[in-house]
């Protein structure tokens, strides 16, 4: 089975505090993709990172940062000295490639909430 | 980047009529657009993959007769809702393959909110 896993259905944390969100997954593909999204209220899915299967840095965008390791199927993401308007629903998501044109699985999402 | 629009952003609508979604990649080609749903609180889930000029493929469960999908042209694919019910609220979603990148590259539209009263 090929799945991804958000434990966390909620996170809240106050102004400047770090939050880590975890993402497991699960496939067999050797090569395959994983992404993280933010959903704000206004609905609209914002990309915010791809990760392809054979590339293990971590990488930093700003007050964002992946942790990616293959080891354990877990690509988690933190965001640094989080902020109000860091208030959103993250998805994590597995590009499947089940069949010839492949499709993306979602994780269930976690809500972050940050109050000032 | 590539931008993807939906129209109507929302829609309100009585049981039993149908009503039209439409998905169009702006500013690129698109041959292969994807459709999702998502309740209130709930993750995406995938409903079907559109091709242009072919028949869409359904994800198991999402009934074809009543999800009609037409992917006519490289810019446009709708989504039929038919004789909608309440059950059918919901937040649409649909996405573009970029015909440039990998496969897995897609962009999003911003969404349609259907209500069914």
């Known amino acids: 089975a090929q799945k991804v896993t958000q434990a966390q259905t909620e996170i809240s944390v106050v102004e400047k505090e770090d939050v880590t969100l975890d993402c497991v997954y699960e496939?067999?593909?050797?090569?395959?993709?994983l992404f993280w999204y933010k959903q704000p209220p206004s609905g609209e899915l914002v990309f915010l990172i791809r990760r392809n299967s054979f590339d293990e840095q971590n990488e930093i965008s700003g007050r964002y940062s992946w942790n990616f390791q293959k080891s354990t199927s877990s690509f988690n993401f933190t965001i640094t000295a989080s902020q109000v308007v860091d208030s959103a629903v993250y998805f994590c998501?597995?590009?499947?490639?089940?069949?010839?044109?492949?499709?993306?699985?979602f994780g269930a999402g976690t809500q972050v909430v940050v109050t000032p | 980047g590539a931008v993807v629009s939906q129209h109507p952003s929302w829609v309100i609508c009585k049981s039993g009529t149908s009503v039209k979604i439409e998905c169009r990649s702006l500013d690129f080609q698109a041959t292969t657009m994807f459709w999702y749903r998502q309740f209130p609180k709930q993750s995406l889930m995938l409903m079907a993959t559109?091709?242009?000029?072919?028949?869409?493929?359904?994800e198991q469960g999402v009934e074809k007769d009543k999800f009609l999908i037409n992917h006519a042209s490289l810019t446009l694919s709708t989504l039929t809702v038919t004789s909608a019910h309440p059950e059918d609220s919901s937040f649409y979603i649909c996405?573009?393959?970029?015909?440039?990148?990998?496969?897995?590259?897609?962009?999003f539209g911003p969404g349609t909110r259907l209500t069914v009263t």
């Open positions: 496939t067999r593909d050797t090569t395959y993709y």
């Open positions: 559109s091709n242009e000029g072919s028949k869409a493929t359904y």
């Open positions: 996405s573009a393959r970029d015909p440039f990148g990998g496969s897995y590259e897609q962009y």
């Open positions: 998501a597995l590009w499947m490639t089940t069949d010839s044109w492949g499709k993306l699985q």
